[in-house]
């Protein structure tokens, strides 16, 4: 019924238009609170990527460059007093062996993976040249001549690039 049907029944009448603008006032505002609710939901969404993002470059991504830099080392120390036929280091070695291994497999439960990129062609997105060397016939400058180390990844972020040597023209 139209509000002129309904002012003529009277008091009923007026308390039945009277519903029909509460109600449309209420309904009204529901919109604007879920309007509202949708709002804060996305904010509060951004606001969680900002603060896992924020961990993960303050707080993770250090300590995971840390870790591998302590398996590099224990690499570094192994190759040395290998070379080296140290007496006695057999026990140094193992030592150094089990340390690395203990660091790598703490980096791969936290989701750190190694990487080595396919292929030859130098990619600066992902890998770092170390050294140059000159580049010889047949080979392409900007192509890698030799892998040092592996890059790292977690969830598809780089954490460290691969360390490679690069030819050259000179």
Not at 38 to 48: E, F, G, I, N
Not at 132 to 140: E, F, I, S
Request: charged letters at 25%; glycine letters at 6%.
């Amino acid at each position: 019924m139209d509000n002129e049907t309904l002012l003529s029944l009277g008091p009923l009448g007026q308390w039945m238009v009277d519903l029909q603008e509460a109600t449309a006032e209420v309904s009204g505002r529901l919109d604007e609170l879920s309007i509202e609710q949708h709002k804060l939901d996305d904010l509060h969404t951004r606001l969680q990527a900002f603060q896992e993002e924020h961990h993960e470059r303050e707080v993770l991504k250090p300590i995971f460059l840390t870790l591998i830099a302590l398996a590099d080392r224990c690499q570094d120390q192994i190759k040395a007093w290998s070379s080296q036929g140290s007496v006695g280091a057999e026990p140094l070695i193992a030592a150094r062996k089990a340390d690395q291994i203990e660091i790598e497999s703490t980096l791969k439960r936290l989701g750190v993976e190694p990487f080595q990129l396919p292929g030859d062609q130098f990619n600066g997105k992902c890998q770092r040249c170390i050294k140059t060397v000159p580049y010889l016939n047949g080979v392409k400058p900007l192509q890698v001549a030799e892998r040092l180390r592996p890059g790292y990844r977690r969830n598809k972020q780089l954490i460290r690039s691969e360390y490679v040597t690069t030819y050259v023209s000179h």
